[in-house]
């Protein structure tokens, strides 16, 4: 029970400035590093970038990620760089992803609800994949913590 309440401390600790840091300068820098790969894209695919919708506010998501690889006990350092650099990038290929299908769903749709209905499932995948990464990255760790995902399924 310590142990669970020092992460969680330590959790919000970190969390807390790293939103207010994403929120003051955070976003406002990534977004203009997301555009300068975007719009070239865009350029190639014929695409109209009408920044518009629910995507950039997914951004944020680089916090819970970032801080989760921070606390996580007992991860290698090499699995912890080399997990938060891939994750990362995934992470950034998903926002790049989530702005062309925003993009499109705004094109396609006068009405923001229908583009908001299309865009949807998207928002909930970009939204859990910091979650999933870490699940994944963590995997070793998660097994120690919870008994049941140490366990073999039952054979035959």
Not at 13 to 24: D, G, M, Q, S, V
Not at 98 to 124: C, E, H, K, M, W
Not at 135 to 154: K, Q, T, Y
């Amino acid at each position: 029970m310590r142990r669970t309440l020092r992460l969680l401390a330590e959790f919000l600790l970190l969390t807390i400035p790293l939103t207010w840091a994403w929120l003051r300068w955070g976003n406002d820098a990534y977004t203009s590093l997301i555009l300068s790969v975007i719009d070239p894209l865009y350029e190639m695919l014929g695409a109209t970038h009408v920044k518009r919708g629910p995507a950039g506010h997914r951004f944020i998501s680089y916090v819970p990620f970032l801080v989760l690889m921070a606390i996580t006990p007992r991860i290698s350092d090499r699995r912890r760089i080399w997990g938060t650099v891939f994750g990362s990038l995934v992470i950034f290929c998903s926002h790049v992803v989530i702005l062309y299908v925003a993009d499109r769903a705004y094109t396609q749709n006068s009405d923001s609800g229908a583009a908001v209905a299309q865009l949807f499932p998207f928002l909930l995948v970009t939204d859990g994949l910091p979650l999933v990464l870490w699940f994944v990255i963590a995997r070793d760790f998660l097994r120690s913590a919870v008994p049941g995902l140490r366990e073999e399924p039952p054979s035959g």
